[in-house]
């Protein structure tokens, strides 16, 4: 079974407008983390966001957001006032466990194409 | 305050050649990861390291493949005998110790690096 699942392999967006990517994940560890990274076509990774399976509130960083659903074990990226340069590919990761540092799990990916 | 580094950012090698690909975590991590991106894929993990440790390596290949982070210099990843199937994007991730039982935003956080990209002709 897939650990992390994004649906939406291709997403366009109207430049300033708001856009949410689909991340839904799978695990019977109450102690997880779930991870945003941005791969522009350049090709390096960039870490976006981080939300803990404890936290009580929602990450933000700046125009990122994410709606952490945990009953429906979605965690979905909001990217607020979409730019051109946030066209890339997206991916949502999970880190499971609380027994030290543990390797990712990521999904296939969204690529998002920002249209002026 | 440098990020991860890798290199070489691109590699070419014949069938039958040996790749070789490094990775410096930041400053202040001891904790490495290697990942492989096929085309069009997500990443896929392949081992996780500590200095002079390997701590995971279940999803590295059991064979021609191999991984080691000294306890001065690099992190390597070495290839043998290179295959077209093994023509991918290689990543190095980096995070510092984690501290258990505390969930202190960022120490569980993995830094990748710009990535190797390995061609196999």
Sequence with gaps: AQKITQTQPGMFVQEKEAVTLDCTYDTSDPSYGLFWYKQPSSGEMIFLIYQGSYDQQNATEGRYSLNFQKARKSANLVISASQLGDSAMYFCAMREGNSGNTPLVFGKGTRLSVIA | ?121
């Design chain 2, 1 to 121: 305050n440098a990020g991860v580094m890798q290199n070489p950012r691109h590699l070419v090698r014949r069938r039958g050649q040996e790749a070789r690909l490094r990775c410096s975590p930041m400053k202040g991590h001891s904790h490495v990861y290697w990942y492989r991106q096929l085309p069009e894929e997500g990443l896929k993990f392949m081992v996780y390291l500590q200095k002079e440790n390997i701590i995971d390596e279940s999803g590295m290949p059991k064979e021609r493949f191999s991984a080691e982070f000294p306890k001065e210099g690099p992190s390597i990843l070495r290839i043998q005998q290179v295959v077209r199937g093994d023509s991918a994007a290689y990543f190095c991730a980096s995070s510092p110790q984690f501290q258990r039982g505390k969930f202190i935003r960022g120490t569980d956080t993995q830094y990748f690096g710009p990535g190797t990209r390995l061609t196999v002709l």
